[in-house]
C-alpha cells in the first residue's frame, strides 16, 4: 500500500484512508486473539479446578499421606534442613485465584 502511494499510484489521503482502515482492522484481530487467549486460559483454569476438586473429593477422608496422595497433589518437596522445607503443589496456581 505504501509503495502505491510512494510511486503515486494513489492519493495521500487515499493511502491515509486505507492505512486508518488497515489499522483499525489489526486492532480488531489484536482484540480477539487477546480475548480468544484469555477465554483460553479461563477454561485451563476451570479444568484444573475441576480436577482439584475431583482430587479433593476422592482424598478427603485421608488419615496419612501415602505416594499416590502425594503424586497427585505435590510437585516437589525441597529439604532444605531439618527446620527448613518448601512444597511445590501441582496446583498452587488454581489456589491463587
Known sequence: MYEKY???LISR??????KRKCDLEMKEYQDLLKNERANEERNKNN????N???????????DKLTSEIEDAF???IDVY?????????????????
Not at 479444568?47 to 475441576?50: G, I, T
Not at 482439584?52 to 485421608?62: M, S, T
Not at 534442613?81 to 485465584?97: G, L
Open 6 to 8: 510512494k510511486d503515486s
Open 13 to 18: 489521503d487515499e493511502y491515509l484512508d486505507k
Open 47 to 50: 479444568e484444573e479446578r475441576k
Open 52 to 62: 482439584v476438586d475431583e482430587l479433593v473429593q476422592k482424598y478427603k477422608n485421608i
Open 74 to 76: 505435590i510437585e516437589r
Open 81 to 97: 534442613s531439618p527446620d527448613r522445607i518448601k512444597i511445590t503443589w501441582k496446583f498452587a496456581r488454581v489456589f491463587e485465584e
